[in-house]
C-alpha cells in the first residue's frame, strides 16, 4: 500500500489569499458562498488541514476561478511531471485521485489533470463554473461518466465530453482505472 503525498498546502494557501483578496471578499464571505465553515477556511488561508476535492471545488466556485488555480503553484518554462508525482488530491466520497498536470493561463482558462478511480464508490461533482466543459479520454480500465441522464461507459482510448455545469459523476467499472481529464473554463 503506497501513501498519497500530502496536498500542496501552502500552494492553497497562498492562491485561497490571493484570488479572496482579487474577489474582494472576506473569509466569511467565501465560506458563505463554499457552504463550508469560516474556521475551515481559516485553516486552509494557514497551510493547515487536508482540503477534499469537493472542498477545493466549492471554493473555485465560489471564487469563480478554476480548481487549477488553487492547487498549482507558478510553473517554469520547461516542465515535466513523472508518472505518480504532481499534486494529488483525492475524494473524500469515492476512491477518486485527481492530479494537475497543467493549468491555463489567466487568458487560457484549460486544465489537464490525470484522474485515478477504483470500483466501488462512485464520484459525484457538483456542477462548476458556467459554462465549463469536460473531456474525458480513457487510458487504462473502464468508466462510465457524464450527466446523471447521459452516462456512458468508456474504453481504452474513448473519449467523451459533456458540460461540466451540470452535476456529473465518475465511476471505474475495472481495478486500476485512469484517464486524462481536460477542463475548458470561460
Keep these: 500500500m503506497t501513501t498519497e ?28 458562498r463554499a457552504k463550508i465553515a469560516k474556521s475551515t477556511l481559516s485553516q486552509l488561508e494557514s497551510g493547515l488541514g487536508n482540503p477534499s476535492v469537493e472542498t477545493l471545488w466549492a471554493l473555485g466556485v465560489a471564487l469563480d476561478v ?4 488553487l492547487v498549482e503553484p507558478t510553473p517554469p518554462a520547461v516542465r515535466v511531471i513523472r508518472a505518480g508525482q504532481g499534486p494529488r488530491v483525492r475524494s473524500e466520497h469515492a476512491d477518486f ?7 491555463g493561463s489567466p ?9 485515478a478511480l477504483e470500483p466501488g464508490q462512485v464520484r459525484v461533482a457538483e456542477a462548476h463554473t458556467p459554462r465549463s466543459v469536460e473531456h ?10 457524464g450527466p446523471g441522464t447521459d452516462l456512458v461507459d ?13 452535476p456529473h459523476r465518475y465511476e471505474a467499472l475495472t481495478p486500476g482505472t485512469f484517464a486524462v ?3 475548458e473554463h470561460p
Excluded at 5 to 23: F, G, Y
Excluded at 66 to 69: I, L, M, N
Design 5 to 32: 503525498p500530502a496536498p500542496p498546502l501552502a500552494t492553497i494557501a497562498a492562491a485561497l489569499r490571493r484570488e479572496r483578496q482579487r474577489a474582494g471578499i472576506s473569509l466569511t464571505e467565501l465560506a458563505r
Design 66 to 69: 478554476p480548481f487549477s488555480r
Design 97 to 103: 485521485t485527481s492530479t494537475l498536470l497543467a493549468a
Design 107 to 115: 487568458h487560457v482558462r484549460r486544465d489537464v489533470y490525470v484522474i
Design 136 to 145: 474525458v479520454v480513457v487510458a487504462a480500465g473502464r468508466l462510465r461518466a
Design 154 to 166: 468508456l474504453d481504452p482510448g474513448d473519449y467523451v465530453t459533456f458540460p461540466g455545469d451540470v
Design 181 to 183: 481529464l481536460v477542463m
